[in-house]
């Protein structure tokens, strides 16, 4: 069974930009859920996802957004781009909501300069 | 929202020698889930461990979620056991992450 993909693996972008990350699931899992990880906060929730409806979410800016497909592909949006955005953006699945036993993906490095 | 440490934050081990890593959270828990993140970034699920013990391979875990803890004992450490070790947890509707507990092991 393939695992978590993630897209792109690598990023950069200038503050005021937009960005689009991209995760695939794994074959059957229809839970989704998004992490950022820095330096100086460590690995912070951002929302999650099950059968295309966010479920939860974290203490994020409204600037931080996401939806999920039909297929459970998920997307993570972040909009107008500030230098404290730049982390490792992962995500993970899982069989069911609620956070059951998560797989990661290998992660989205964004930089923002 | 609750607090999730780890202990120790660092660790440096020599090769075969054991370790215990400790997660306590500050709150009750729906589940917890212990990772292994490699210097590459790519987090592994180790256990899912509300309660009870585990074991897989020279990994075992044991969560007293009564008491608010969970423990992770590594075995004959390898030095592909180098990396950070993670333990998070659910309420209703957050995921937390620990601190972590960086491990070196030597050869």
């Known amino acids: 069974k393939a695992g978590v993909t993630q897209t792109p693996r690598y990023l950069i972008k200038t ?25 100086g906060q460590g690995l912070q929730f951002l929302f999650e996802y099950f059968s295309e409806t966010q479920r939860n979410k974290g203490n994020f800016p409204g600037r931080f957004s996401g ?22 953006y992962l995500c993970a699945s899982s069989l ?3 956070w059951g036993e998560q797989y990661f993906g290998p992660g989205t490095r964004l930089t923002v300069t | ?12 081990l020599q090769e075969g020698a054991n370790s215990t890593l400790r997660c306590n959270f500050s709150d009750s828990v729906n589940n917890l889930q212990w990772f292994h993140q490699n210097p ?9 461990i509300p309660s009870g013990t585990k074991q897989n391979g020279r990994l075992s875990a044991t969560t007293v979620a009564t008491e608010r803890y969970s423990l992770l ?3 004959s450490s390898q030095t592909t056991d180098s990396g950070v070790y993670f333990c998070a947890v659910s309420t209703g509707n957050q995921f937390y992450f620990g601190t972590g507990t960086s491990l070196t092991v030597i050869p």
Request: glycine share 8%; net charge neutral.
């Open chain 2, 1 to 12: 929202g609750i607090q999730v440490e780890q202990s120790p934050p660092d660790l440096i």
């Open chain 2, 73 to 75: 004992y590594i075995s």
């Open chain 2, 40 to 48: 590459w970034g790519q987090l592994i699920n180790l256990f899912y």
């Open chain 1, 96 to 98: 069911s909501r609620g």
């Open chain 1, 15 to 39: 503050r005021g930009q937009q960005v689009t990350l991209s995760c695939s699931p794994i074959s059957g899992h229809r839970s989704v859920s998004w992490y950022q990880q820095t330096p």
């Open chain 1, 67 to 88: 939806r999920q497909f039909s297929n459970s592909r998920s997307e993570m949006n972040v909009s107008t781009l500030e230098l404290g955005d730049s982390a490792l």
